[in-house]
Nanobody
Framework: QVQLVESGGGLVQAGGSLRLSCAVSGLIFSIKTRAWYRQAPGKQRELVASITNAGTTNYGDSVKDRFTISKDNTKNTVDLQMNSLKPEDTAVYYC???????????WGQGTQVTVSA
């Protein structure tokens, strides 16, 4: 199993920045990818950003050039730096990993990000 705990959410004004962090524990050696997803009220959960073990990143179109995903293998964390935040970035943000030979999903409990206009 892989366990995930997010931190760093909160309320910020449009144009501001926040940094989310996800602490990863458990079968870390089996992790294939790390990612952040978000879900706004009434909408489906969507991919924000992902990073592979080799460091290859992928971003959702709406956050490109504003958000940066990174991982720290010594601290076992995966962070999401969010700049130039917009009200439409308001959502619950979830940390995700895919692990094991069958790419099982693990999810954190989520952290609320609210961007005021």
């Amino acid at each position: 199993q892989v366990q995930l705990v997010e931190s760093g959410g909160g309320l910020v004004q449009a144009g501001g920045s926040l940094r989310l962090s996800c602490a990863v524990s458990g079968l870390i050696f089996s992790i294939k990818t790390r990612a952040w997803y978000r879900q706004a009220p009434g909408k489906q959960r969507e991919l924000v950003a992902s990073i592979t073990n080799a460091g290859t990143t992928n971003y959702g179109d709406s956050v490109k050039d504003r958000f940066t995903i990174s991982k720290d293998n010594t601290k076992n964390t995966v962070d999401l730096q969010m700049n130039s935040l917009k009200p439409e970035d308001t959502a619950v943000y979830y940390c995700n990993t895919q692990w094991g030979s069958s790419y099982r999903n693990s999810w954190g409990q989520g952290t609320q990000v609210t961007v005021s206009a």
